[in-house]
Each structure stands twice: as C-alpha cells, then as structure tokens.
C-alpha cells in the first residue's frame, strides 16, 4: 500500500479543528492538575496527621491507578450517583485529577527544596506565613518545579488521546473516525501522530523558556 499525501492534505482540516479540542483539553486539565496539586499539597504540610495522611493516600491513588481506569469511573459510575458530566468535562477533571498528584510531589519536592535556614530567617524577621511564602519560599522553590511540571504538560498533552475512549472528539478520535470511514488507517493516524510530535515540540520550547526565566542567571567565572 501507498502512502497517500492526498488524504492527508484532505483530511487536515478535519485533524485540525480536533487539534484545538486536544489543546482545550490539555489547557484546562492542566490548569486544575496545578490547583488540585497545590490542594493536596497544602494538605500534606497540615499539622493534622489524619488531614496528612488522607491526602497522602488521595495522592498515591491517582498516582497508582491507570488514567484510563479513572476516565471510565467517572464516566460510568458518577451517572448511577446522578452525577452528570460531558465528555469534555469528565475528560479534563480526570486529566487534573490525575496529574494534580504528580503535581503534587512536584511542589512538595520544591518546597523541601528551601533550606530550613530560610524559614527560621524569615521567623526571625516577623513575617507571616503568607508572606514567607510569597517572598522567600515560593522564588527559590519554583525553579526546580518548573521542569517537572512542565514533562506534565507534555505527558497531558498525549494522554488526550486516551479520552477518545469516551468520544471527546479529540485528535486521536477523529483520526480513527477518518479511518474508520475510509479504511485507511495509516495517514490519518501518521498525521495526527505529527501533530502530536509538534503540539509536544512547541511545549518543550515554551517550557525552556519559561524555566530560563525562573533560573537565576549564573554569576561570570
């Protein structure tokens, strides 16, 4: 068989206008994965142990579970509690979801990353806690987070493609629609395969960008 570069040339647009869906979805999942994130963060530095513990374990099960598993449960399950979400919708709660604790022990690790002499110097100083935070712990922690976070935003952006399961009409959904309408298989899934490589190319650049901008310049020798 031929590759074809005709069918791909026609069937751009259609990949295309699913690339903004993949692009939606990755956004807004992202989005929630860093708030969800910094939640059960936030959680696990309570001096609760029981709060500790819970979010913990919230962590280490999203963190231990297929993606694909969690998809399907809040697809399925939540409508026989009278829970009803959009393909959409549960698609990028479950992406937060399931990135947020990734994101997670990302924080955690750049948290821990501040020397304790820096807390007890801001102590020292009377700072609050907000403030601690805001102008001491938080610019010499994100350094470190950048990176990590950011191989979650290129991990989210091809696990988009595991919502086609519950037809969110995404690259990966409309490309097998393509083939399975014109039995031809190989282009549209190569194209959207290129697609994909692009989409995590031009995320790996604006996530260098970005860490460039949080790394401290390095001092001449």
Not at 73 to 96: C, D, Q, R
Request: glycine residues 4%; charged residues 15%.
């Amino acid at each position: 068989m031929e590759f074809s570069f005709a069918l791909v040339w026609e069937i751009l647009p259609q990949l295309l206008l699913a690339t903004i869906v993949t692009v939606e979805a990755t956004m807004v999942g992202f989005v929630l994965s860093l708030v969800f994130g910094a939640v059960l963060v936030t959680l696990m530095r309570t001096p609760s142990r029981p709060v500790r513990a819970l979010a913990r374990f919230v962590m280490e099960f999203f963190r231990a579970t297929p993606l694909l598993a969690q998809l399907y449960f809040l697809f399925f399950v939540l409508p026989s509690a009278g829970i009803v979400l959009s393909p959409f919708v549960t698609g990028v709660i479950a992406l937060g979801l399931h990135y947020g604790a990734y994101a997670a022990e990302a924080y955690r690790a750049g948290l821990e990353s501040v020397p304790k002499g820096q807390w007890e110097a801001a102590l020292s100083l009377n700072y609050t806690k907000l403030r601690t935070y805001l102008s001491v712990v938080l610019p010499q922690a994100l350094p470190p987070v950048v990176p990590a976070l950011g191989n979650i935003a290129i991990a989210m952006v091809k696990d988009t493609a595991i919502l086609s399961a519950i037809t969110v009409t995404e690259l990966m959904f409309v490309a097998n629609e393509i083939g399975s309408e014109r039995f031809q298989y190989t282009e549209p899934v190569t194209a959207a395969a290129v697609i994909y490589l692009v989409l995590s190319l031009v995320a790996t650049a604006l996530i260098h960008l970005i860490d460039k901008r949080f790394r401290p310049e390095e001092a001449p020798a």
